[in-house]
């Protein structure tokens, strides 16, 4: 079911305790020299509308928010952003009408790397007033990490940007947004001691051309089976959650 497409007798009448809400969150950002600044939301929203085909009636798919918190990619411009408070409160506002009116399953899944912090802020937030809600969040990437994994043919075998998994998916979702001959892969080599370390660089400090990984390898048949890879998890995801015992209030 898509939250946008239905009307309100419609939508009063979904079995509250028979869904799982899904809320895609992305970005408008640079996405190195050949993908579109729509990358992050087309393929967010391609995994969520194929989990969506998938599961329609266990599913309340709601239009992705395609504003991001994308400060660290300012530098090369091309980026529209939102501050990490305002990113916050905006994930917040989405879920609040809904937890208001008494949906009981929640699963924000994000399409932008900038938006894991804010997304988990914004449940912690809310958690102490919806005790008795299940309130979850998670990129699709790390849901399926292992199954993306196996699709990948470099050495890099985690999402980056712009990389060998974002430019297949946008290949066999928009091919005609994709300036094939301007890809080349953007490595910076990895400090094996610092495994595990965060460290604050914007793109431009960490990238030569505002990606990361292996685009050169991409493929539009690699990618379709990226997107249903990641739909198929999500959806095993959803099942579970569905089967879940409520926390107590």
């Known amino acids: 079911m898509k939250f946008h497409e239905m009307t309100w007798p419609l939508l009063r009448a979904v079995p509250r305790d028979k869904v799982v809400v899904v809320a895609p969150i992305a970005a408008c950002e640079q996405h190195s020299l050949h993908l579109p600044t729509f990358t ?126 974002e430019a297949s998916m946008v290949m066999a979702l928009r091919p005609d947004l994709v300036r094939v001959d301007q890809i080349k892969n953007d490595i910076r080599p990895a400090d094996p001691v610092l495994r595990g370390l965060y460290i604050a660089e914007d793109m431009k400090q960490s990238t030569t051309q505002g990606a990361v990984g292996y685009p050169e390898l991409a493929t539009a048949e690699k990618g379709r089976k990226m997107i249903d890879a990641a739909a198929t998890r999500v959806g095993e995801v959803v099942q579970a959650l569905l089967a879940r015992a409520l926390p107590p209030a």
Not at 52 to 65: A, G, M, N, R, S
Not at 111 to 118: A, E, K, L, Q
């Open 40 to 165: 992050d939301t087309i393929l967010v929203t391609g995994v969520a509308e194929t989990l969506e085909k998938q599961l329609p009636q266990q599913v309340l798919l709601l239009p992705t928010l395609w504003f991001g918190a994308s400060h660290h990619h300012l530098p090369f411009g091309a980026t529209l952003s939102a501050t990490v408070d305002l990113h916050v409160q905006m994930i917040r506002e989405i879920l609040l009408p809904l937890l208001e009116d008494g949906y009981l399953r929640f699963l924000v899944l994000n399409g932008h790397g900038g938006n894991i912090d804010t997304m988990k802020m914004a449940l912690r937030g809310l958690q102490p007033s919806y005790r008795d809600r299940l309130m979850t969040a998670s990129s699709y990437w790390d849901l399926a990490e292992a199954e993306l994994a196996v699709l990948a043919d470099g050495p890099r075998k985690v999402m980056g940007h712009a990389c060998e998994f």
